[in-house]
């Protein structure tokens, strides 16, 4: 049974910086493609970024140069680094395994 726990969402400034995480159990993340969602209130899940098995990394443009995503193979754990953050960054962050699988999310609030 796939499991994936983030953690890591908060309140922070304009221009501060949040780090997610998402713990997973039940899959080895080295094997799959990997991603983090967000979703704004009123609007659609939207993808922010992934990294493949063989560590390559995408971004939505959205976020380009201010978010890094990263693997930890050995604690089967992805992580999302938000810098610069913006109001528009608010939403709840959701990771997700390949097409399949959804953690429960966690909420990241910037205020301006």
């Known amino acids: 049974q796939v499991q994936l726990v983030e953690s890591g969402g908060g309140l922070v400034q304009a221009g501060g910086s949040l780090r997610l995480s998402c713990a997973a159990s039940g899959v080895s993340i080295s094997s799959n493609t990997m991603a983090w969602y967000r979703q704004a209130p009123g609007k659609q899940r939207e993808w922010v970024a992934a990294i493949s098995s063989g560590g390559l990394t995408s971004y939505a443009n959205s976020v380009k140069g201010r978010f890094t995503i990263a693997r930890d193979n050995a604690k089967n754990t992805v992580t999302l680094i938000m810098n610069s953050l913006k109001p528009e960054d608010t939403a709840v962050y959701y990771c997700?395994?390949?097409?399949?699988?959804w953690g429960q999310g966690t909420q990241v609030t910037v205020s301006s």
């Open positions: 997700r395994k390949g097409y399949g699988d």
